[in-house]
């Protein structure tokens, strides 16, 4: 096979699906390699967790930059580039990064959204999918635009919501979905499969009769 992708995990917390990504990038078939996991808080979980792995942790705080976010994507692409970063995960990440840095890396940053998206964009979003009554709930992976929680959508899944849910089972339900899509996306992309074109993601070997994203149901 062709040599597999160099990636870097952004994460600000625990880093679940930051793990899935890892478990599936250890089989040796699998196009990605996490090579890199950075964090903008030095005490995030997730970096001890993945140093358990053996991959490179490393920090950038944000805190450090006294509000210039600029600055600190700055610092934050020297670490990427420094160690040969060809994608971008983001896992948690809770920062919004700017058009600086998304046209840097154009097309090379992705995404895990808690919703089906465009619906139910930002936070607390199983809380909001009650309220609205909705059926179905999801997870959506998308390339990162300078938008928080736009960018064409690579894959999504679904779950039923049912009558009994509260926030926390629809929310274990749906983190479950996360832990499937991810890793299929990322590979995805790293193969060269998913593409951008006008605003929107083609995958190829795909039906040609099936347009938009693939839609996983468990």
């Not at 995805?188 to 993601?201: I, M, P």
Request: avoid cysteine.
């Amino acid at each position: 096979m062709s040599e597999r992708k160099k990636i870097a995990v952004l994460i600000s917390g625990r880093g679940s699906n930051m793990a899935s990504l890892i478990s599936a990038s250890m089989d040796p078939s699998y196009p990605a390699e996490i090579a890199l996991v950075i964090s903008n808080k030095p005490g995030a979980a997730g970096l001890e967790r993945a140093g358990e792995f053996g991959i490179e942790t490393a920090t950038v705080d944000h805190t450090e930059f006294s509000g210039d976010r600029q600055a600190f994507e700055r610092a934050l692409d020297e670490k990427l580039k420094a160690r040969g970063i060809e994608f971008v995960a983001l896992a948690g990440f809770m920062r919004l990064l700017s058009s600086w840095f998304v046209t840097q890396w154009r097309d090379r940053v992705i995404n895990i959204h808690p919703a089906l998206l465009p619906s139910f964009k930002g936070l607390h979003t199983h809380e909001r999918a009650l309220e609205e009554g909705v059926k179905l709930h999801g997870a959506t992976v998308h390339f990162v635009s300078a938008e928080m929680d736009d960018g064409p959508i690579i894959i999504q899944g679904a779950v039923p919501v049912l009558e009994d849910d509260t926030p926390d089972t629809l929310g274990e339900r749906v983190l479950a979905v996360e832990h499937k899509i991810y890793p299929k996306a990322l590979a995805l992309v790293a193969s060269g499969r998913a593409k951008v074109k006008d605003h929107r993601v083609a995958i190829a070997g795909e039906d040609t009769e099936q347009a938009g994203p693939v839609l996983i149901w468990p």
